[in-house]
């Protein structure tokens, strides 16, 4: 199996039929930096969610997942055999709260990658409906920057473009009403599409997961300053806290971080499941 690249969290081979095997690791990017302790079973835990929402999306929108199964001992759980897809070069966000990097752009002008939001919000507020708010693909280590949608029709034409940002919304709108049934409030996501052999538009990378997600508490949600958090916020937030200025290398996780933190990824997975994560 020839080995393609390594990723902030996932490593990625190609197998001899063509196909390819992402293989989630436990290392954490905050910053887009990644930082030197690992958080234990957090590769399983995002490969089993992102497995499950693949399987529960399917009729929404083609996906490039064929297996979990079949794997060695060393990489079981947290390998997924997918299609190999030709990416865009647009990362799809769709936000239903405004939260992150989206508070900065429209405190700054009132609006986020184009899209005119209400005057008045303060983080953590709902928005009147979830907005498509693209960026472009950054090289690791460099940041994403938000783009219009017709930027993005500029990249990929108009017909894809609408396809992608209807696709994203559909399946935002899905893993909202589940997150919603299990007392979450999913904030935002971030979804990445490409060609497969047969010029077929797919859904890749991952779905759903508490590392392309915001999941929210919902009995906690109170609008007006950062939410408590069932992702890597926690980690964010710590990293931040300890004055280190955002460039390689981070800091070492504590163990009381890192428990928490995985303590986290598991009542997400658990809650969005219904199924009890085993550590076997």
């Known amino acids: ?24 690791s436990d290392r954490v990017s905050v910053f887009d930096v990644v930082l ?43 390998a997924m055999r997918c299609k190999s897809l030709t990416m865009l070069p647009v990362e799809c966000v769709v936000r239903g709260y ?63 473009a609408e396809c992608i940002k209807d696709a994203s919304l559909e399946l935002y709108t899905r893993g909202a009403a589940r997150a919603a049934d299990v007392g979450l409030v999913l904030a935002d996501t971030k979804l990445e599409f490409g060609y497969d052999a047969d010029g077929e538009l797919v859904l890749g990378d991952e779905l759903l997961t508490s590392d392309s997600s915001r999941y929210w508490p919902m009995d906690q949600w109170q609008p007006g300053g950062p939410q408590p958090a069932f992702d890597k916020q926690f980690v964010r937030d710590w990293a931040a806290s300890t004055g280190w200025d955002k460039t390689p290398p981070g800091p070492e996780l504590p163990a009381d971080v890192v428990a928490a933190t995985r303590e986290r990824y598991v009542a997400a997975y658990e809650r969005l499941t219904g199924q009890r994560w085993s550590d076997d």
Do not use: C
């Open 1 to 24: 199996m020839k080995h393609l690249h390594s990723g902030k969290v996932r490593d990625v081979y190609q197998d001899d039929d063509g196909t390819v095997v992402l293989v989630a």
């Open 36 to 78: 030197p302790t690992p958080v234990p079973d957090k590769g399983a835990l995002l490969t089993q969610l992102s497995a499950w929402w693949f399987k529960q999306t399917a009729e929404v929108f083609p996906n490039h997942l064929i297996t979990t199964d079949g794997f060695p001992p060393e990489w079981a759980g947290r």
């Open 98 to 160: 405004l939260a992150g990097s989206a508070v900065r752009d429209y405190q700054r002008d009132g609006t986020v990658s184009g899209v005119k939001l209400p005057a008045g919000l303060v983080e953590g507020d709902r928005l009147p409906d979830p907005v498509f708010t693209p960026s472009s693909k950054a090289p690791q280590g460099e940041h994403d920057e938000p783009i219009t949608f017709e930027q993005v029709v500029d990249l990929i034409g108009a017909e894809t």
